[in-house]
């Protein structure tokens, strides 16, 4: 699994890969997500649709006129690494595959393409980890729910379009039916939600600070998770943070002691997996 780090001399790798995904409709959705999002970021993006509308070309010389960062069409087997600040479209008919950051295609007829949405948020879960974003758009039918799922599950993060902005409301319904999602909105608030996770306002929750927030939950709420593993909890608390563009783990407190659905939301992504 790639860890975002580099060799003196190289680029950095990205700090979130994202891997955005929908069928039928959701190319307004797209417009709107990269229209919003901010051009300079240290996140790589990876864009399936699920539809045969255009195919891939289209789509990327669609992006390329709605957005700075540079649009790249993946079409080959030769791995190609993953950049920050580049977005990345794949044909929803091949396999995509994603190792220790960089991505390539593999056209075997014998493997399956017919769940795409969940074959890219897979891929994404298994290379990058606590560092996958799933970005589940309009579209018909239940591809992405599980690979969705498998993003949570990972540690990552899963972001869903509200379905009553969607054209086709099927698929972010069933993302958020099968994993309670970290994030719902409209596509110009997943961009605004996207861009809180950049490196720049990323968040390091030091030991003292995971000791507070637990304190809080243990001696407050009812709810001990001392013996939880540390890296876990510390990952878990930052995400539920970033979420909130909160810097301070000072103010995270102050939020605890005030909201009773936020605690829950932090109990529930501490509970998640194993100890």
């Not at 001399?9 to 891997?19: D, H, I, K, L, R």
């Not at 997500?33 to 993006?45: G, M």
């Not at 669609?62 to 950049?83: D, F």
Request: overall charge negative.
């Amino acid at each position: 699994m790639n860890e975002s780090v580099c060799a003196e001399g190289t680029a950095p790798g990205p700090s979130y890969v994202v891997g955005i995904a929908g069928g039928a409709g959701c190319l307004a959705a797209l417009e709107g997500l990269f229209a919003a999002l901010q051009a300079e970021t240290a996140i790589s993006f990876l864009v399936v649709v699920d539809d045969d509308e255009g195919g891939p070309s289209v789509l990327a010389e669609t992006l390329s006129r709605i957005t700075p960062m540079s649009v790249r069409e993946l079409g080959g087997e030769v791995a190609v690494p993953l950049e920050r600040g580049v977005v990345y479209v794949a044909p929803h008919d091949a396999e995509l595959i994603l190792n220790d950051g960089a991505a390539k295609l593999r056209r075997d007829p014998r493997a399956s393409a017919s769940f795409p949405v969940d074959a890219i948020f897979r891929a994404v879960a298994a290379d990058a980890g606590a560092r996958a974003i799933a970005v589940v758009l309009s579209g018909r039918g239940a591809d992405g729910a599980l690979g969705s799922s498998v993003i949570g599950r990972s540690m990552g993060q899963v972001f869903v379009q509200e379905p009553t902005s969607a054209a086709h409301a099927a698929l972010p319904a069933a993302a958020i039916a099968a994993h309670a999602p970290d994030f719902v909105g409209t596509p110009d608030q997943l961009a605004e939600a996207i861009d809180a996770l950049d490196e720049r306002a990323s968040i390091r929750v030091g030991g003292i600070s995971v000791d507070a927030v637990l304190n809080v939950l243990r001696t407050r709420h009812g709810q001990d998770f001392t013996e939880y593993k540390r890296s876990t909890v510390s990952r878990r608390i930052e995400r539920r943070m970033s979420l909130h563009r909160i810097a301070a783990v000072s103010v995270y407190l102050d939020m605890l002691d005030r909201d009773h659905a936020e605690v829950a939301r932090l109990v529930a992504d501490l509970q998640i997996g194993k100890r």
